[in-house]
């Protein structure tokens, strides 16, 4: 078996190549999973229900970091990182064809089709070495091999159509100037106004309103039922929102998308977690509403620099001392099980900020005073964008995100943990700058 055209024939095993073949065979298997985590990234906010949903997020998150891993040996290939080439013209015509139809049912069939033809090469790769080399590494393949083959179950019990594509994923690697500084051909995903909700939440009425929150001195469960039912909601949407960002933004570095997989990865997460914890306590998740519209709308068709700000800078960030404060009292008061999820969800979420500001920080050259004046910028048009929604008030936020408003002592030791500057961290402490 050629390891060039793994359907075809051919002599040679891929740990016999000279290094000029080991560097293109490693480079098509580098853009078909990054061009996997893309397509696949686009497609998430259309799947509806979570349980494939959460597959398919699992594989992005697994697939892209592994990407990163063939990025890194094509470069001790001595690849030039301008000969990463792009894939075939042909594959990603084919992604934007799908993500244009705007058909849930069929973009998750692509999606499982694509898993199931990256299964072929990475069991290819595996299967043609005969023992590990200086320039090659089975075990990298068949770990690759078990990520693409993880979610593969839920695809026959949804009783979708069958899509072939392994002549798209097979098509002639195209070495050159790459197109983005990641070597990937732009897609041209269609709009996404509007998100997807699974099927349950039509069930009941929608929020007409703002709803208000229960007293905080009572942790009781009926305060903890309604803090889980809105974060399974807010976790839910922050799902899509670095996953839509990483198919709308094809020119950053690689380093983005590996930061968006695992924002998308954890937030799924995030999701099952509230959602077991809440059924310990005896209730339906599927029993209460999602909020139509939602913050998803105020995010989704914006740029860049505003999805992170709304989301992470000033949204995630507010978990810090929320959670920080509560999840002692959650213990104390003996709802462990509670306290320590939103504990680990806490970790994740200074994580999440922390990519914000790195990514905010690329994006303004390292100018902490811009990435201010454009926090400020972004929450006066989110404010605006929150009337025009009819969202309501509550989801409007203070637009000098970063002074000190006597809200309590701010957790300066997480914030900086967080990616906020010596600057960010003296205004929250109320010193003038």
């Not at 016999?16 to 696949?40: K, N, V």
Request: hydrophobic share 40%.
């Amino acid at each position: 078996m050629n390891a060039h055209a793994p359907d075809g024939g051919g002599p040679g095993r891929i740990d016999a190549l000279s290094i000029g073949e080991l560097a293109a065979f490693d480079l098509s298997l580098y853009h078909a999973t990054l061009l996997a985590g893309r397509a696949l990234a686009a497609f998430a906010p259309r799947t509806g229900d979570i349980a494939p949903r959460a597959a398919l997020v699992r594989a992005i998150h697994s697939l892209v970091s592994q990407a990163g891993l063939l990025h890194t040996r094509a470069l001790e290939l001595r690849v030039r990182p301008d000969r990463l080439g792009r894939p075939s013209a042909e594959a990603v015509e084919e992604v934007t064809a799908v993500l244009a139809a705007d058909d849930p049912e069929q973009a998750l069939a692509w999606g499982y089709a694509l898993l199931r033809e990256l299964a072929v090469l990475y069991r290819t790769s595996r299967d043609q070495c005969a023992e590990e080399t200086t320039y090659h590494d089975r075990r990298l393949y068949d770990l690759c091999l078990g990520l693409a083959l993880e979610p593969q179950q839920p695809a026959a019990e949804l009783g979708l159509p069958d899509v072939e594509l392994g002549a798209i994923l097979r098509g002639a690697h195209r070495p050159g100037p790459s197109v983005t500084p990641t070597g990937t051909v732009p897609l041209s995903p269609a709009p996404c106004p509007h998100r997807s909700y699974p099927a349950w939440a039509g069930r009941v009425p929608a929020i007409g309103g703002a709803t208000p929150d229960p007293d905080p001195s009572l942790l009781d469960d009926d305060t903890l039922v309604y803090l889980m039912r809105k974060s399974i909601q807010i976790e839910f949407i922050a799902t899509d929102v670095p996953l839509r960002s990483m198919a709308d933004f094809a020119d950053l570095p690689l380093g983005f998308y590996l930061d968006m997989t695992r924002h998308g990865h954890d937030e799924m997460r995030h999701t099952h977690l509230l959602i077991e914890e809440i059924a310990r306590l005896g209730v339906d998740y599927r029993q209460f509403p999602y909020r139509d519209p939602d913050l998803y709308a105020a995010m989704a068709g914006q740029p860049l620099d505003h999805r992170m700000i709304v989301l992470s800078r000033t949204g995630e960030d507010a978990a810090i001392e929320v959670f920080g404060n509560a999840v002692p009292r959650m213990r104390a008061a003996g709802y462990e099980s509670v306290g320590l999820m939103f504990d680990h969800v806490l970790a994740d979420e200074v994580r999440h900020v922390t990519y914000a500001n790195r990514w905010l920080d690329h994006l303004y050259g390292g100018d902490e005073l811009a990435v201010e004046e454009a926090t400020a910028r972004v929450l006066r048009r989110h404010n605006e964008l929150v009337d025009e929604i009819g969202l309501g008030d509550y989801a409007k936020r203070e637009t000098d995100h970063m002074a000190f408003r006597g809200r309590g002592k701010p957790d300066l030791e997480l914030r900086a943990l967080a990616g906020f500057s010596e600057r960010d961290l003296r205004r929250l402490a109320g010193d003038t700058v």
